[in-house]
């Protein structure tokens, strides 16, 4: 049996930021030499997992601050620091997030209960299957099923962050499919700040109309005659060594001068 291509959010974002990067990710296998390793992709997969485990009703390994400290350093994922000195900087600073965050929730009133952590979703789009992977779904006293998203480097976030963030409303499209006439909102979870916002998806139909027809134009593309062309994004790209080799690119691009970085 033919499976069907899928799409997750991610690899939508990628291509709407740039179908060449998109190509070089998940397309061209040449893509894999260039790819670095990032300590914060890192550090938010280590954390995900301390609190995935948090909120696990089923893993009772994680309950307090204390074992959430010790969980993070046995599952620590070292790739992409620079040194030793900023591995050990963030992760004390990884301890004192998971920390504050569990003692944060323990003061609160309980008014939601987790139903799942780490939940694979999957819809048919048509074409294509959407899929994507939740951290955590709530259930909040009003029936209301509550997306969670954590975010381990940012600050602050806002109701139009939420709203404006494709995953997010990727998310609420899958899960209203799997429990109809339920209602479902999305929240994110800033965790450095402990700051969090919710928005609800408004229109489900455009959206859907929208993903089927960037879909099809992701899985029909031509990657292979593909001009990659300059933009801001490709000044931290680790793509950048290999689009420059690009003749009509490398004329076209411009370095970024210091007081810009
Ligand atoms: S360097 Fe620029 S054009 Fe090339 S893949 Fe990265 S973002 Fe796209």
Redesign the pocket.
Known sequence: MIRKPTLSPSKITTYLA?P??YA?TYVDPRGRWYLKSKSYYSFGTTLHAVLQRFHDAGDTGVTTSHEAVAALEESWIDAGYSSQEEMMEAQAEGKAIVADYIEAVQREPVTAKTLFVEKSMRLDMGEFDLIGRIDRVDEREDGTLEIIDYKSGRQAVSESDVADDLAMACYQLMLRAAYPGREVVATIIALRSRSKATASLEDADALTEDLQAIGKEILHRDYENLA????P??HD?D??A??RKNQD?AEAYRPREASDA
Not at 228 to 231: A, G, I, Q, S
């Open positions: 740039c060449t990067k070089l990659p062309t300059p933009k994004l490709c790209c793509f950048l290999f689009c690119f």
